[in-house]
């Protein structure tokens, strides 16, 4: 069955330091993947999103995400953190015409 | 655009009473579904609409919980009864048909039942 997994529950960062969130999918053919992000009390924003063509995705707020077949992955980065990107991350994946299966989350805490 | 619109932002009901969450997609989008996010299930696919009519309510919970879409721009999720294991963040989302655009979230109706 298709599947993601983000590795981290929670993630502190200092502000102006570089991100890297995992995310790793279960999916037998080319998958559609996303990054959202939701801020507390608000709902998910999607930040990028993969279905072809270049693997090195660019995204709002200054994130891009770089799609690894041979390692099922596709980590969300960004080179420079700053104290609003604290928010919990989700990453999902397409696995049929309509449903996205999200992962568990990764919470980015930013320190000043 | 206003985004897709959700009230009651919050709702605190007592066990038994019958709850009513409404959504308002985007405009010119045709596929709407509604979330439920908790921690101990994070998010799921409670039902998908697809212009207006429903595709999959493989995720709903039991009867209890009801959802309808008179019309491309309102749909409803109703539980009748509600019990306290419902508590949770209820999202609606809408899109274009194409997976490729992902979707759009509203704010979410968090619901409390005591």
């Known amino acids: 069955a298709q599947s993601v997994t983000q590795p981290d529950i929670h993630i502190t960062v200092s502000e102006g330091a570089s991100l890297e969130l995992r995310c790793n999918y279960s999916y037998g053919a080319t998958p559609y993947l996303f990054w959202y992000v939701q801020s507390p009390g608000q709902g998910l924003q999607l930040l990028l999103k993969y279905f072809s063509g270049d693997t090195l995705v660019q995204g709002i707020k200054g994130f891009e995400a770089e799609f690894k077949r041979s390692q099922s992955s596709f980590n969300l980065r960004k080179p420079s953190v700053h104290w609003s990107d604290a928010a919990e991350y989700f990453c999902a994946v397409g696995i049929n015409d309509y449903k996205l299966s999200f992962g568990a989350g990764t919470t980015v805490t930013v320190r000043a | ?114």
């Open chain 2, 1 to 114: 655009d206003a985004g897709v619109i959700q009230s009651p932002r919050h709702e605190v009901t007592e066990m038994g009473q019958e709850v009513t969450l409404r959504c308002k997609p985007i405009s010119g989008h045709n596929s709407l579904f509604w979330y439920r996010q908790t921690m101990m299930r994070g998010l799921e696919l409670l039902i998908y609409f697809n212009n207006n009519v429903p595709i999959d309510d493989s995720g709903m919970p039991e009867d209890r919980f009801s959802a309808k879409m008179p019309n491309a721009s309102f749909s409803t999720l109703k539980i009748q009864p509600s019990e306290p294991r419902d508590s949770a963040v209820y999202f609606c989302a809408s899109s274009l048909a194409q997976m490729g655009y992902g979707y759009t979230f509203g704010s979410g109706t968090r619901l409390t039942v005591v």
